[in-house]
T-cell receptor
Framework: EAQVTQNPRYLITVTGKKLTVTCSQN?????MSWYRQDPGLGLRQIYY???????DKGDVPEGYKVSRKEKRNFPLILESPSPNQTSLYFC??????????FGSGTQLSVL | RKEVEQDPGPFNVPEGATVAFNCTYS??????FFWYRQDCRKEPKLLMS???SGNEDGRFTAQLNRASQYISLLIRDSKLSDSATYLC??????????????FGAGTRLAVHP
């Protein structure tokens, strides 16, 4: 089944404790992206990647890192999480300008 | 001004009603337009693309008005299962060859018996 797998689904952590949210797709998509969703705001892009070893900042990259060592994986890293990074996070992938496929989301709470 | 604006709702309608949502976008050179559906705290899923001539998919009709810079979604004969948040999505111009999309904050629809 074609899918984007994101883990974990829920995560509670404390300020400053490094964490990684994993994202993997099995559709051989070149394009992958991370978004965060906050009440009253649309999904905002954090980082995106157009292919292996090619990543770039989106609209709200501060406090986040990503890597794209393999085509299928695009982890999101928070080196030192802060409470303002409490949010619902989505990974997405697509071929070029085609339909976006989203992972099931990660609800992160930073205390 | 937000790049994509939507009325957050909620729109509370009875089953069988017809309901319409509008969405406005700020960049007149925007290239492509979509409606995504999002169930509570779940991932967004593409509902339909919006074409210049307007398009229909079953009970759903999408229209684009480039002159006034808005797109609309019409749902006829609403079902309980239509209850969700509808996201207006716009692809801006000069996306640099990647799938840059701008998401509205969504319009919530609640269909009741």
């Amino acid at each position: 089944e074609a899918q984007v797998t994101q883990n974990p689904r829920y995560l509670i952590t404390v300020t400053g404790k490094k964490l990684t949210v994993t994202c993997s797709q099995n559709m051989n998509h070149e394009y992958m992206s991370w978004y965060r969703q906050d009440p009253g705001l649309g999904l905002r892009q954090i980082y995106y990647s157009m292919n292996v070893e090619v990543t770039d900042k989106g609209d709200v990259p501060e406090g986040y890192k990503v890597s794209r060592k393999e085509k299928r994986n695009f982890p999101l890293i928070l080196e030192s999480p802060s409470p303002n990074q409490t949010s619902l996070y989505f990974c997405a992938s697509s071929k070029s300008n085609e339909k976006l496929f989203f992972g099931s989301g990660t609800q992160l709470s930073v205390l | 001004r937000k790049e994509v604006e939507q009325d957050p709702g909620p729109f509370n309608v009875p089953e069988g009603a017809t309901v319409a949502f509008n969405c406005t976008y700020s960049n007149s050179a925007s290239q492509s337009f979509f409606w995504y559906r999002q169930d509570c705290r779940k991932e967004p899923k593409l509902l339909m693309s919006v074409y210049s001539s307007g398009n229909e998919d079953g009970r759903f009709t999408a229209q684009l008005n480039r002159a006034s810079q808005y797109i609309s979604l019409l749902i006829r004969d609403s079902k309980l299962s239509d209850s969700a948040t509808y996201l207006c999505v716009v692809r801006p111009p000069f996306s640099g060859g990647y799938n840059k999309l701008i998401f509205g904050a969504g319009t919530r629809l609640a269909v009741h018996p």
